[in-house]
């Protein structure tokens, strides 16, 4: 095989630290559609992860990128995105579905266990 001509269709998806599982990934219109139903828009995991580090924790893309291991480059294309479907889903009356993609990493560093005493 030439140097530099690899077997897939490009290299692998870095995997990306995640702080927060969404509890509630399924989000949908109250009232009843109007016209033909639409099809569901799909939100992965990073991109909640960086919707939810920069516009409700406030933090920077840089500071996001870090906490979610990418950089901050990646961390505006999933915020794009994730504003995009965001503003798409309450628009056109949409569901919006927030499923992981496979690469994302759960961070729970900072998690007690239930199991620990308070003097730990």
Do not use: C
Not at 52 to 67: F, S
Not at 68 to 97: D, F, H, N, Y
């Amino acid at each position: 095989m030439p140097r530099g001509m690899g077997r897939g269709p490009g290299r692998r998806r870095k995997m990306r630290f995640i702080g927060f599982i969404p509890q509630v990934r399924h989000f949908y219109p109250a009232g009843p559609p109007f016209g033909p139903p639409k099809p569901p828009i799909f939100m992965s995991y990073e991109e909640f992860e960086a919707l939810r580090l920069v516009d409700y924790e406030g933090m920077t893309q840089e500071e996001a990128g870090i906490k979610m291991g990418v950089s901050r480059g990646t961390v505006w294309r999933a915020l794009s995105s994730a504003r995009r479907k965001v503003a798409q889903m309450l628009v056109e009356g949409r569901e919006l579905i927030i499923l992981p993609q496979g690469n994302e990493v759960p961070k729970i560093s900072n998690l007690k266990t239930t199991s620990e005493s308070p003097d730990e």
